[in-house]
């Protein structure tokens, strides 16, 4: 069992950058991990997602070369880098953790942080 406590959210304005960081209790290795997000009023959605080496990864079509999803095995740390935010990219952030291969269903994962809230102001 992992427990996930994401980090680094906060109040920006439109083209700014932030960092969030999800910090794993356990070894990290052993999971694919994801980022999601929910706006007020909908639906969580998926973000970004890696595999437990990091040899691979993706992102939803909106976030792209914006948002960067990185980790640190050594740290059991995720992140994710993002860039030029938007105010539609205003949401709680959280953070996912699965055994076995990645995944861009929420249903999929196993383990959620509490989550962090991002506010991109215009």
């Known amino acids: 069992q992992v427990q996930l406590v994401e980090s680094g959210g906060g109040l920006v304005q439109a083209g700014d950058s932030l960092r969030l960081s999800c910090a794993a209790s356990?070894?990290?290795?052993?999971?694919?991990m994801g980022w999601f997000r929910q706006a007020t009023g909908k639906e969580r959605e998926f973000v970004a997602r890696i595999s437990r080496t990091s040899d691979f990864s993706d992102v939803t079509e909106s976030v792209k070369g914006r948002f960067t999803i990185s980790r640190d095995n050594t740290k059991n740390t995720m992140y994710l880098q993002m860039n030029n935010l938007r105010p539609e990219d205003t949401a709680v952030y959280y953070c996912a953790a699965k055994r076995a291969t990645s995944s861009r269903r929420m249903e999929n994962y196993d383990y959620w942080g509490q989550g962090t809230q991002v506010t991109v102001s215009t």
């Open positions: 356990g070894r990290t290795l052993d999971y694919s």
